[in-house]
């Protein structure tokens, strides 16, 4: 009788332990999602204008649920350049997230985009605005806008 119940007992401590072992495990797994990256640029899809108030909508997607809400940004293709390319940067979000693809739409004014982007833009010229993911290119007299 002692060896049966000692059978038992080891029986339910050996599952104990690789249940424990089994949760450590899916933990890890869980925590190697969290992101310690800077910001990343995001991938671009599609971009429509508005050309009555100069909004852009922006549709495109983050790689996983690991990072917040995207910023656009126009960066200049060289110095002294009329061709700008339109950028979404997003920082890293923290707590745990999933490698889940993140769509987005986010709309955004063009000539305050242009002005916290902090460009040098020349009275009376035209600007090409050009997206790295997508075959965007717009001609937008942006100087008059702001």
Do not use: W
């Not at 000692?6 to 424990?20: D, P």
């Amino acid at each position: 009788m002692n060896k049966k119940l000692l059978k038992i007992v080891f029986t339910v401590y050996a599952l104990m332990i690789l249940g424990f072992a089994g949760f450590a495990r899916a933990e890890s797994r869980i925590a190697s999602y969290t992101n310690h990256e800077t910001k990343r640029a995001l991938t671009i899809e599609a971009v429509n204008l508005d050309d009555k108030t100069y909004d852009l909508e922006i549709v495109g997607y983050a790689p996983n649920s690991c990072y917040g809400a995207p910023q656009a940004r126009l960066v200049p293709e060289g110095p002294n350049s009329n061709v700008l390319f339109l950028e979404l940067v997003a920082s890293p979000s923290t707590g745990i997230c999933n490698s889940q693809i993140a769509p987005f739409v986010q709309i955004v004014n063009l000539p305050e985009l242009a002005m916290s982007s902090s460009l040098d833009l020349i009275p009376g010229s035209t600007y090409l605005i050009k997206a790295h993911s997508v075959e965007l290119t717009m001609e937008i007299p942006l100087a008059q806008t702001l």
